[in-house]
């Protein structure tokens, strides 16, 4: 069923109305074939670029739309209503291209972000190492500078969405030892010699999304490879992480709500000891219990984002944002199996997929566990 938004302007609306539109004529029919058959649809993001849905939050003068990121998560929160793995990379691509869009030059920024936000260039976001997920201080993959030639970068990034696939890799490297300031950003095109893509993870759920290690072995970087200052690398991977938090968040609202509806619809269809299995109290309540679950998530992420938009702190609730509602996800999609019963241990119906795509969302982006941890820092320090 669609969702009741509340939304700033017209060109919002108009915004919503579009996604919508696209996304069930374009994503909705081929989901499952397409997860079955672990494709990556890498036509519908340029699809979504020239439509100006890949742009959203990123300035008007480098071809974004400008819209405010209450708006633009509710655009990846209504694609993952129709295809989680597509709504992820939305969020993923635009975290890889955040980081120029904040921390690049002026040439950095009018050569790169028109081709990243109308879709020609897809991104992805190297941060994680094996040894190192929910730790980016201990990143050794390492870029060593070479005067007059740019760097040469050694080391592994794992768990890469788009690994493989990418135009463009926004990758995290170290570049000293310094303990506070030994990590630096760069941006690393597909094609440069040295980049190799390990071959994707054999997942659970969200197969078209492709994941897999990146691989620099002797990798030549240019000069102007480098985004923003030597050592200013966790910060730009710590300020774009929050703001990732809150794709995910968007991400989960999208899947659950998606699994509501489908059990919803299937408990007024199927009748049981006379009538239709949502006018028995205990599933009902099962489904009340679920809706609340939606609404309230998709309410703490909004609030998280209105915060973002009016430049007050909001790394806090990004986390509380990111644990509710992919928890809430992993709960709602648990639930809308067993509403189906027996039908919905099946892949004769989505909910199954959906509770495998669930999962991981409480896993990347920072683990629940790591989401606790930021959110009583926040608290001890008052």
Partial sequence: MSVQRELPTDEARDLIALTREVADAELAPRVNADERAERFPREVFSLLGGLGLLGLPFAEDVGGGGQPAAVYLQVVEELAMRWASVALGVSVH????TAIDRFGTGDQRARLLPAMVGGQLLGA?????????????????RAEAR?????????????????GLADYYTMFLRTSDDARRGISCFHVPAD????????PEDKMGMNASHTATMTLDGARLGADA???EVGQGLPIALAALDSGRLGVSAVAVGLAQSALDHAV???RERHSFGKPIIEHQGLAFLLADMAAAVE????????AARLSDAGRPYSRQASVAKLLATDAAMRVTTDAVQVFGGAGYTRDFPVE?????AKVMQIFEGSNQIQRLVIARHLARG
Avoid at 155 to 161: F, L, P, Q, Y
Avoid at 192 to 199: E, H, V
Avoid at 296 to 303: C, E
Avoid at 353 to 357: A, D, K, N, P, T
């Fill in 94 to 97: 635009t975290l890889s291209a």
């Fill in 125 to 141: 976001y190297c941060l994680s190492e094996a040894h190192a997920g929910s730790d980016p201080s201990a990143l050794i993959a």
């Fill in 147 to 163: 005067p007059g030639s740019g760097w040469v970068a050694d080391g592994s990034k794992a768990w890469v969405t788009h690994g």
């Fill in 192 to 199: 440069t010699p040295g980049l190799l893509a390990g071959a």
């Fill in 226 to 228: 480098l985004v923003g």
């Fill in 265 to 267: 619809a299937y408990a």
């Fill in 296 to 303: 309230s998530a998709r309410a703490t992420y909004l609030h």
């Fill in 353 to 357: 997929r959906l509770m495998r795509e």
